[in-house]
């Protein structure tokens, strides 16, 4: 059962957008304590951490999109 939740685990940190980690590296945390910060909200709120934390991902998402570096004038 604990390898089937370490797995889980970094299976999702591996493919989790990387939301936590951006914040967290925002605001000088730990990782694990914006992730724990999402899972409780989730359960407080019904719901509503998740809804955020996938808002979150779109906007980053979109973010990186829009400010992506160009190497020269010609690339638009």
Same mark, same amino acid.
């Given at each position: 059962m604990k390898?089937?939740?370490?797995?889980?685990?970094t299976f999702f940190e591996?493919? =989790? *957008?990387?939301v936590?980690?951006? /914040?967290?590296?925002?605001?000088?945390? &730990?990782?694990k304590s914006v992730r724990i910060f999402f899972i409780y909200?989730?359960?407080?709120?019904? =719901? *509503?951490?998740?809804g955020?934390? /996938?808002t979150l991902a779109f906007?980053? &998402?979109l973010k990186d999109l829009v400010y992506t570096k160009r190497t020269s004038v010609f690339d638009l």
């Open positions: 390898n089937f939740i370490y797995n889980l685990r591996k493919h =989790g *957008f990387y936590s980690s951006r /914040l967290a590296d925002k605001l000088g945390m &730990k990782a909200i989730s359960f407080a709120t019904f =719901g *509503f951490g998740f955020l934390y /996938l906007w980053l &998402k």
